[in-house]
């Protein structure tokens, strides 16, 4: 979705080294999302942030931490990366439907590898 | 919390026949669900959702199916084509203001030509 963009699209980095990954959004939503998705396996989400203000972890969030730097703007930070960080990385965001029902967009994915 | 999950992770189809993919959810509660399709290299696109006061909802080619009773819901994709190959994956979620939807692991279809 065009709406959503994530950059870097594709990242090889070494155990130890701090990465960041950027998602922006012109969808206008208050809510947005951080996943990892693993081959074979599901979206596990990693943070969450409901305005600029807020920030929550999600179910996974030990090993990585977020900034929320404008309702557009989330980053996802890897501050001493290891190689089961290794994995596919998305960026997704909500908004309120008329009936109070969220439904998540989402970006094209960071496919990250840690060597 | 509560998980999704499904049926079958692989599903093949000859193009132009049916596709039928199935979850299974277990929170009794959640009344909004959401059907996504991952192709290849690609992030999740929103398909189909429905809500728990429907049991049916139609889409172009799709109609997603929910049997409370069972806490079932499933895809079906009418006259499936090759580029309906994708993973797709359900999500179950509360109306209200600070649910997250929980995602299942996915079901890969693969359309043969």
Known sequence: DADVTQTPRNRITKTGKRIMLECSQTKGHDRMYWYRQDPGLGLQLIYYSFDVKDINKGEISDGYSVSRQAQAKFSLSLESAIPNQTALYFCATSDRTADNFYTQYFGPGTRLTVL | ???????????????????????????????????????????????????????????????????????????????????????????????????????????????HP
């Not at chain 2, 797709?88 to 997250?100: D, H, V």
């Open chain 2, 1 to 111: 919390g509560e998980s999704v999950g499904l049926h079958l992770p692989t599903l093949s189809v000859q193009e132009g026949d049916n596709s039928i993919i199935n979850c299974a959810y277990s929170n009794s509660a959640s009344d909004y669900f959401i059907w996504y399709k991952q192709e290849s290299g690609k992030g999740p696109q929103f398909i189909i959702d429905i809500r728990s006061n429907m049991d049916k909802r139609q889409g172009q080619r799709v109609t997603v199916l929910l049997n409370k009773t069972v806490k079932h819901l499933s895809l079906q994709i009418a006259a499936t084509q090759p580029g309906d190959s994708a993973v797709y994956f359900c999500a179950e979620n509360l109306s209200g203001g600070s649910y997250i939807p929980t995602f299942g692991r996915g079901t890969s279809l693969i359309v």
